[in-house]
């Protein structure tokens, strides 16, 4: 495929993004974090969505090289918004391959080296599904990174088949409800029945919870009553470009 051969040029053209999406503490509406999203700025096709390209750069091993700009990018954002004055905790995306060997471990202590940046303004989001592929190497990976300060949200939970016995191994602080679990259910509905008991199981462990793809205030509502702790989604904002997401910051605080 063209778009393949053409990822490591589009690496040294410098044409991938990280959009940013916020995610906010419903107790106070506090901007605290947000999630990077990877774009990519094709020059002739346009803006390119990763379910366009990460599926076959997973399948070609291209990841690898996607991960290593996505990680010095996310690295960069965060020590420029702390020397800003506007710390956030940034959420990156993991695939499954970067969880098969520690090789990422090693790339990350060299990258924290030369971008001066904190780990402890990163949190990693690991699908279910990329945490079950290979169980004995992503648990490794994860004790990895936590040992080196960053922290570890299990993404697009309800989605995939972690056991609760087997999410407990898990190093993690926190989960991500999959927005096909997000919307406003009568109290009757099973997905809102659902939902009750993720929220409930996932305080009962210690996490906090987010809500994905919150796009309207009755989901808000409901999240609120139903004690959530953090959403995401068009309802606060879509993801934005670093310049316009640290205009819209501004302009809520
Ligand atoms: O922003 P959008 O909804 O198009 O993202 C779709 C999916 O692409 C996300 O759910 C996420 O899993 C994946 N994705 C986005 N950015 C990255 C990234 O930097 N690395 C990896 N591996 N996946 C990403
Ligand atoms: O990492 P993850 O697979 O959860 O990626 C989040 C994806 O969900 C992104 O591609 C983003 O564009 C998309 N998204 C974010 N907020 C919303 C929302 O409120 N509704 C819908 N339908 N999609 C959303
Ligand atoms: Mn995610
Ligand atoms: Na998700």
Same mark, same amino acid.
Request: some cysteine; proline content about 3%; charged content about 20%.
């Given at each position: 495929?063209?778009?393949?051969?053409g990822?490591?040029?589009?690496?040294?053209?410098?044409e991938?993004?990280?959009?940013?999406q916020?995610?906010?503490?419903?107790?106070?509406?506090g901007?605290?974090?947000a999630?990077?999203?990877?774009?990519?700025?094709?020059?002739t096709?346009?803006?390119?969505?990763?379910?366009?390209?990460?599926?076959?750069?997973?399948?070609?091993?291209c990841?690898?090289?996607?991960?290593?700009?996505?990680?010095?990018?996310?690295?960069?954002?965060?020590?420029?918004l702390?020397?800003?004055?506007?710390?956030?905790?940034?959420?990156?995306?993991?695939?499954?391959?970067?969880?098969?060997?520690?090789?990422?471990?090693k790339?990350?202590?060299?990258?924290?080296?030369?971008?001066?940046?904190?780990?402890? %303004? /990163?949190?990693?989001? /690991?699908?279910?599904?990329?945490?079950?592929?290979?169980?004995?190497?992503?648990?490794?990976?994860?004790?990895g990174?936590?040992?080196?300060?960053?922290? /570890?949200? /299990? +993404?697009?939970?309800?989605?995939?088949?972690?056991?609760?016995?087997?999410?407990?191994?898990?190093?993690?602080?926190?989960?991500?409800? +999959?927005?096909?679990?997000?919307?406003?259910?009568?109290?009757?509905?099973?997905?809102?029945?659902?939902?009750?008991?993720?929220?409930?199981?996932?305080?009962?462990?210690?996490?906090?919870?987010?809500?994905?793809?919150?796009?309207?205030? %009755?989901?808000?509502?409901?999240?609120?009553?139903?004690?959530? +702790?953090?959403?995401?989604?068009?309802?606060?904002?879509?993801?934005m470009?670093? +310049?316009?997401?640290?205009?819209?910051?501004?302009?809520?605080?």
């Open positions: 495929l063209g778009l393949m051969s990822i490591s040029q589009a690496i040294s053209n410098n991938f993004r990280l959009y940013l916020p995610k906010i503490r419903m107790a106070d509406g901007m605290v974090s999630e990077a999203l990877i774009r990519w700025e094709h020059p096709r346009g803006l390119i969505a990763p379910e366009h390209f990460i599926p076959f750069a997973e399948k070609t091993g990841i690898r090289m996607i991960t290593k700009w996505v990680l010095s990018e996310a690295m960069d954002i965060v020590a420029l702390r020397a800003n004055g506007t710390p956030i905790q940034l959420g990156v995306n993991l695939s499954a391959f970067d969880l098969d060997d520690t090789a990422l471990l790339l990350l202590e060299q990258l924290l080296i030369e971008h001066r940046a904190n780990p402890a %303004d /990163i949190r990693f989001e /690991i699908t279910e599904h990329s945490a079950m592929n290979n169980p004995i190497a992503a648990l490794e990976v994860m004790h990174l936590c040992n080196l300060g960053f922290s /570890i949200s /299990i +993404d697009d939970f309800g989605t995939g088949y972690s056991s609760l016995a087997y999410l407990q191994k898990m190093p993690v602080s926190e989960l991500k409800i +999959d927005r096909s679990f997000v919307k406003k259910f009568s109290s009757e509905d099973t997905g809102f029945v659902l939902l009750k008991s993720i929220i409930s199981l996932g305080h009962q462990l210690g996490l906090s919870i987010v809500a994905e793809g919150v796009e309207n205030a %009755d989901e808000w509502d409901m999240l609120v009553d139903l004690d959530c +702790d953090f959403v995401q989604g068009f309802y606060i904002s879509e993801a470009e670093l +310049d316009q997401f640290e205009a819209w910051w501004k302009n809520q605080s």
